[in-house]
């Protein structure tokens, strides 16, 4: 089968989502589950929702279409706030979407009024680690601004914490977010039915907390897609860590001298590695490089060791591994070398159904 290529099993996808659903349901609080480190894959979209997922949200408009070819049902939301340039296209595009400006707002009314729909909004409140977020202060005259625009529905709050500055979801901060619905919630006489507390960072939060609040959904990527949660990069338990293998084939393998000769400057990309090893090593050269994947998250099989990678070309130390040329070496995968080897087009995207049997073979781009 053609290499380098991304093996997905959606049967793994489906139980880390049914796993996380069932843990959550207890305390309240529904998954949305975010595809947008599979670019929007409709495969894994459908295999979130048959785990139980309340609906699907992607960062990317482009990624949302693909899902739209999912039941109907499935709610599609537009996590990352609408470029002003698309607000047409997010109302017809996504069913709700998270936003912050008024602006975007005004032009989402004014797309929902032209295709006669009515576009539902999650204001995202700003509770620290500053990325998207409106300032807590803010967040009641910004929801009356939606309130008063009749093609959009002021359906909830939402925040996103570390990612930009790893700020921890806790009792505070996710507080504050409860504090902020009631609030609103009084002010305008409305009942808001979604309150989303964040990402797969909230996690630990949420199955720990005496008292979620008002949160009632978490938007999951990483944690469902990788089985890891983002604050310390642990293995979540109960989850699969495996539903993503990357696959490459060696194109060179032999014994070379553990020490470069000749004299050393910089490499294709930096400073040259610390070689503490003498004598020889078994190296391998597999067709895959930073144009596939990114090194770092790139996790070799036990007992091999990655030597460094340029665009093209990884090497390993082989260590006691057999390999010959045109054999395959599996490689397990962190988020960042995921999202780089799902948006290279030199990387073929496999997609199993049930472990074992192909479903779909998918190139993308
Ligand atoms: C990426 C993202 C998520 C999902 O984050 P994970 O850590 O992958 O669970 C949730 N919300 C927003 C706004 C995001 O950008």
Redesign the pocket.
């Known amino acids: 089968m053609t290499a380098p290529r991304l093996e997905v099993e959606l049967e793994r996808i489906e139980h880390n989502t049914r796993t996380l659903v069932d843990r959550l349901a207890p305390r309240g609080i529904r998954v949305c589950g ?1 595809t ?2 599979t670019l929007g894959s409709p495969g894994v979209g459908a295999a979130m929702v048959r785990g139980g997922a309340d609906g699907l949200g992607d ?1 990317r408009l482009e990624n949302l279409s693909r899902l739209a070819g999912l039941d109907e049902s499935t709610s599609r939301t537009l ?2 706030a609408p470029m002003l340039s698309q607000a047409g296209q997010v109302v017809r595009i996504a069913t709700s979407s ?1 936003n912050t400006e008024p602006a975007v707002l005004e032009a989402l009314a004014a797309g929902a009024s032209r295709y006669r729909r009515v576009h539902d909004v999650v204001l995202m409140v700003e509770l620290g680690d500053l990325r998207e977020g409106i300032a807590a202060a803010d967040v009641i005259a910004a929801a009356g601004a939606v309130v008063e625009r009749t093609n959009l529905r002021l359906v909830g709050l939402g925040t ?1 914490l570390a ?1 930009q500055n790893g700020v921890v979801p806790d009792d505070r901060n996710m507080g504050e977010l409860t504090r902020l619905v009631e609030q609103v919630e009084a002010a305008y006489g409305i009942a808001l039915t979604r309150v989303s507390g964040g ?3 909230n996690l630990d939060w949420a199955l720990s907390t005496e008292d979620v609040g008002r949160i009632d959904e978490l ?5 469902i897609l990788l089985g890891t949660e ?1 604050l310390h990069r642990t293995p979540i338990d109960g989850l699969s860590t495996d539903a993503f293998v990357l696959v490459a084939e060696a194109i060179e393998v032999g014994e070379k001298p553990a020490q470069p000769w000749g004299d050393r400057a910089q490499m294709a990309f930096g400073e040259p590695p610390v070689l503490r090893r003498t004598g020889t090593v078994r190296q391998a050269i597999l067709a895959l490089g930073r144009q596939d994947v990114d090194i770092d998250g790139l996790i070799p099989p036990a007992g091999i060791e990655v030597l460094g990678m340029s665009s093209d070309h990884l090497v390993v130390d082989l260590g006691d591994h057999d390999l010959a040329v045109g054999e395959e070496l599996r490689f397990g995968l962190g988020y960042g070398a995921l999202v780089r080897a799902m948006t290279s087009p030199f990387v073929t995207k496999v997609e199993r159904e049930r472990i074992g049997r192909v479903k779909a073979l998918t190139v993308v781009r």
């Open positions: 975010i947008k480190a960062s996590i990352r998270l996103n990612c990402n797969s960072a938007r999951l990527g990483e944690s983002p």
